[in-house]
């Protein structure tokens, strides 16, 4: 997510197929679920990537793709106010998390802001899918509606601050692929794209990390069998993860 101003309005720019209005919000999860039950019911089988090119709207449209990604730009609202982080203390139990969990935009010192509920200190130690899961039990289905505050002063901030949320962007943690031709390597802010983790998904390499207590690797998470149970889906095909 990015910000954009202009004279009149500010705009937050949206890099995410969550978000796109006039439709409902619909989580990751949600919206991959209705991708297979699409293919499944059209094909019986799996839905295939969609191909990137080519990348105009008629060029598509003539050749039957669906239309390909791009930025979202929503008008920003006073309601959902900026919250300091140094306002907030990480919860590190889950009998601990609210019952419900109210979403507020994290404002830095640095700049900008993040439109993470797992930005906020508060739920900084837990996941998506796992806020998700204690959300779920606790009876709450749907999002609460965001709540107005103040928007406190960062004058005070210290110099310094760690962020245990995010990664610094920059060569030393960033994942290297080697570019073809005279170009300088690509650059990947994300573990899916080291050659050591890169056979799991986001959420296998999470629920590794909790069943083992530690980061494993694919070859390691393969070779222990942590994720090797077997179930089906609606149509009776087996599901192996892992």
């Not at 920003?76 to 935009?105: G, M, R």
């Not at 901030?157 to 962020?163: C, F």
């Not at 994300?190 to 590794?208: M, N, P, Q």
Request: charged content about 20%.
């Amino acid at each position: 997510m990015a910000l954009s101003s202009s004279s009149t309005k500010d705009y937050e720019i949206f890099m995410s197929t969550v978000q796109k209005p006039p439709e409902p919000e619909q989580s990751f999860e949600e919206v991959r679920v209705k991708d297979y039950i699409k293919a499944y019911t059209a094909t019986g089988r799996p839905p295939v990537p969609v191909p990137e090119v080519p990348t105009t709207p008629n060029a598509r449209y003539a050749l039957g793709l669906p239309p390909i990604f791009s930025p979202i730009p929503i008008e920003s609202t006073p309601s959902i106010s900026p919250t300091s982080i140094a306002a907030e203390k990480a919860i590190t139990n889950t009998s601990d998390l609210p019952t419900i969990q109210v979403f507020q935009a994290t404002k830095t010192p640095i700049e900008g802001q993040f439109q993470s509920i797992t930005a906020q200190p508060t739920f900084s130690f837990f996941s998506y899918e796992e806020l998700r899961l204690y959300a779920y039990l606790s009876g709450n289905i749907m999002p609460p509606t965001p709540l107005p505050s103040e928007i406190p002063s960062l004058d005070n901030a210290p110099t310094q601050v760690i962020h245990p949320f995010y990664a610094n962007d920059s060569a030393a943690t960033a994942f290297a692929r080697p570019s073809i031709g005279p170009d300088a390597p690509d650059a990947y802010m994300s573990i899916t794209a080291s050659l050591k983790f890169d056979k799991h998904s986001f959420e296998e390499l999470r629920l590794a990390y909790r069943l083992a207590g530690k980061e494993l690797t694919s070859f390691e998470i393969s070779t222990r069998g942590l994720l090797q149970w077997e179930t089906k889906d609606g149509f009776g095909n087996r599901l192996r993860p892992g």
